[in-house]
């Protein structure tokens, strides 16, 4: 198959996964949202960095080293899978017994309880770690998200029947915790791999000397990514953390499943030419700049519909998390080309310098979000804007240390884009200075972001930029493969 069509393929199965399946207990969440209040969701919110940070640990970034590795054998993926397994006992003993700590810290005694049944799912997805990644390196996705639906459906399904009867934020931690149950029982039922009754040292040295760089950087990662989380938390009312929480977590999901498309299937297909600097850097290129073509318009209109969506959809209540809900919007258009340029640096076994991006980002974040709690929670969020632009800044720094991609040369590929997408910034706030009603109509709303979509594509077909002769091509292609697919 070629490079197309893999990548084709792989984005049409983990656009399915993350998408449609993840979509599902993203829709759970917010009708939840209707149900629960948002200190439930501030409940969630607080503890989200101990979860991160478990999530890491488990890992240790053994299986991404299973990824980039050639010339495996099974001790290497049944050490793998031991090391993971023993991580994850360790990591869920700490967690319970340090959670009536933590409760203490955020003064909320339900926390304790929650910990303590929320980290059964590291166990849990321990188990099938393994299974998972063999499927990713052998680009099997439609298997994987196939896979993936009974879980989604049956957690979907047990969330909400527990919100609907009273059961407020247990509801959030049962659905995450079914849906890793019942995915181990499904990956397990349907791999064929099974763990030899043998641990490799050799083989676990090899793993882990890659490894335990990206899994300092993931801590690192973790705790910054979350302390908003832990000082809003600290020093604001719970329901305050909800408002944020609701906002991060909503403009994060759409970042999150593109994030994860162009993650999955990057990493394995630029793998293939880390031999090859010259291809490697013509694929990335493209990766860069038809990544940021696709994220910019997707992020900008989905904040258009902030207060149609937290004011009418979810309530009154809700109206608070709105500015928030849009400044984290504009923050999530540069994710997926940090997710892309870390993995160039993994790719290169460059883990040395993601370590070093990660501890000079850290201090930066330290700095922004000391100066963003001068002006409260709005400076906090803000402080979440400037660290994007930061962030994406560095990466583009390091990989050009690399790749014959300089900062400079990934700049003017973006940069191209970043105007053409301010245009909709303007006119839709143009149009809403004049019309104010738009905001509120989903009709009126959803016609004003087709021809916002319309007018960004013909503009770039007029300046003649090579993402929107791709997406012509890719859109035909598309229409081919589900065709085919159907058949």
Same mark, same amino acid.
């Given at each position: 198959?070629?490079?197309k069509n893999?990548?084709m393929?792989g984005m049409?199965?983990?656009?399915?996964?993350n998408? &449609?399946?993840?979509g599902?207990s993203? +829709?759970?969440?917010?009708?939840l949202?209707?149900?629960?209040?948002?200190?439930? =969701?501030?409940?969630?919110?607080?503890?989200? &960095?101990?979860?991160? #940070?478990?999530?890491?640990l488990?890992?240790?970034?053994?299986?991404?080293?299973?990824?980039?590795?050639?010339?495996?054998?099974?001790?290497?993926y049944?050490?793998?899978?031991?090391?993971?397994?023993?991580?994850?006992?360790?990591?869920?003993?700490?967690?319970?017994?340090?959670?009536?700590?933590?409760?203490?810290?955020?003064?909320?005694?339900?926390?304790?309880?929650i910990?303590?049944?929320?980290?059964?799912?590291?166990? $849990?997805?321990?188990?099938?770690?393994?299974?998972?990644? $063999?499927?990713?390196?052998e680009?099997?996705?439609?298997?994987?998200?196939?896979?993936?639906?009974?879980?989604?459906?049956?957690?979907?399904v047990?969330?909400?029947?527990?919100?609907?009867n009273?059961?407020?934020?247990?509801?959030?931690?049962?659905?995450?915790?079914?849906?890793?149950?019942?995915?181990?029982?499904?990956?397990?039922?349907?791999?064929?791999w099974?763990?030899?009754?043998?641990?490799?040292?050799?083989?676990?040295?090899?793993?882990?000397?890659?490894?335990?760089?990206?899994?300092?950087?993931?801590?690192?990662?973790?705790?910054?990514?979350?302390?908003y989380?832990?000082?809003?938390?600290?020093?604001f009312?719970?329901?305050?953390?909800?408002?944020?929480?609701?906002?991060?977590?909503?403009s994060?999901?759409?970042?999150?499943?593109?994030?994860?498309?162009i993650?999955?299937?990057?990493?394995?297909?630029?793998?293939?030419?880390q031999?090859?600097?010259?291809?490697?850097?013509?694929?990335?290129?493209?990766?860069?700049?038809?990544? +940021?073509?696709?994220? !910019?318009?997707?992020?900008?209109?989905?904040?258009?519909?902030?207060k149609? =969506?937290?004011?009418?959809?979810l309530?009154?209540?809700?109206?608070? !998390?709105?500015?928030?809900?849009?400044?984290?919007?504009?923050?999530?258009?540069?994710?997926?080309?940090?997710?892309?340029?870390?993995?160039?640096?993994? #790719?290169?076994?460059?883990?040395?310098?993601?370590l070093?991006?990660? %501890?000079? *980002?850290?201090v930066?974040?330290? %700095?922004?979000?000391? &100066?963003?709690?001068q002006?409260g &929670?709005?400076?906090?969020?803000?402080s979440a +804007?400037v660290?994007?632009?930061?962030? *994406?800044?560095?990466?583009?720094?390091?990989?050009?240390?690399?790749?014959?991609?300089?900062?400079?040369?990934?700049?003017?590929?973006?940069?191209?884009i970043? +105007?053409?997408?301010?245009?909709?910034?303007?006119?839709?706030?143009?149009?809403?200075?004049?019309?104010?009603?738009i905001?509120?109509s989903?009709?009126?709303?959803?016609?004003?972001?087709?021809?916002n979509?319309?007018?960004? #594509?013909?503009?770039?077909?007029?300046?003649?930029?090579?993402?929107?002769? =791709?997406?012509?091509? %890719?859109?035909?292609?598309?229409?081919?493969?589900?065709?085919?697919?159907?058949?």
């Open positions: 198959m070629s490079l893999t990548v393929s049409f199965w983990t656009f399915f996964d998408f &449609i399946l993840k599902l993203f +829709l759970t969440t917010i009708v949202a209707k149900i629960l209040t948002p200190a439930d =969701f501030g409940l969630i919110g607080s503890i989200s &960095i101990f979860i991160a #940070i478990s999530t890491t488990v890992d240790g970034g053994l299986t991404s080293s299973l990824i980039r590795s050639n010339n495996l054998d099974k001790d290497d049944s050490t793998v899978f031991y090391t993971n397994i023993v991580t994850s006992i360790i990591i869920y003993l700490i967690l319970f017994l340090s959670a009536s700590s933590i409760a203490t810290f955020f003064n909320q005694k339900i926390i304790e309880d910990l303590k049944v929320y980290g059964l799912v590291f166990v $849990i997805s321990s188990l099938s770690s393994v299974q998972t990644t $063999i499927l990713i390196k680009l099997n996705f439609k298997k994987l998200a196939v896979l993936n639906i009974p879980s989604v459906v049956v957690g979907s047990t969330a909400l029947i527990m919100g609907y009273g059961y407020g934020v247990w509801s959030l931690v049962f659905m995450y915790l079914v849906v890793q149950v019942v995915s181990a029982l499904f990956l397990w039922s349907f791999s064929k099974r763990p030899n009754l043998s641990f490799s040292f050799p083989k676990f040295k090899t793993h882990i000397n890659y490894g335990y760089k990206l899994l300092i950087t993931g801590i690192l990662g973790n705790i910054f990514n979350n302390i989380g832990v000082v809003i938390g600290r020093y009312p719970i329901k305050v953390l909800g408002y944020y929480d609701r906002a991060n977590t909503f994060q999901y759409p970042a999150t499943v593109l994030i994860l498309m993650g999955k299937v990057s990493f394995p297909v630029l793998a293939k030419y031999d090859d600097i010259t291809a490697f850097t013509l694929n990335f290129k493209k990766f860069i700049s038809y990544s +940021l073509y696709l994220t !910019a318009p997707v992020m900008i209109t989905i904040s258009f519909y902030s149609l =969506f937290f004011v009418q959809f309530g009154g209540e809700w109206r608070v !998390a709105v500015p928030y809900f849009i400044i984290l919007c504009y923050a999530a258009i540069f994710l997926p080309l940090h997710s892309l340029n870390t993995n160039a640096l993994k #790719i290169f076994g460059r883990t040395d310098m993601v070093k991006l990660e %501890i000079i *980002m850290k930066l974040i330290s %700095i922004t979000l000391l &100066i963003g709690f002006f &929670i709005i400076g906090i969020v803000y +804007l660290n994007s632009i930061l962030l *994406m800044g560095l990466n583009m720094y390091f990989v050009g240390l690399i790749i014959p991609y300089s900062f400079f040369e990934q700049f003017k590929s973006i940069i191209k970043a +105007l053409l997408s301010a245009v909709l910034v303007l006119v839709f706030y143009g149009t809403t200075f004049i019309y104010p009603e905001e509120f989903i009709i009126y709303l959803s016609i004003f972001a087709c021809f979509f319309c007018l960004y #594509i013909f503009l770039s077909k007029i300046l003649n930029f090579e993402e929107a002769i =791709f997406l012509f091509d %890719i859109i035909n292609k598309g229409i081919v493969f589900f065709k085919n697919k159907i058949t």
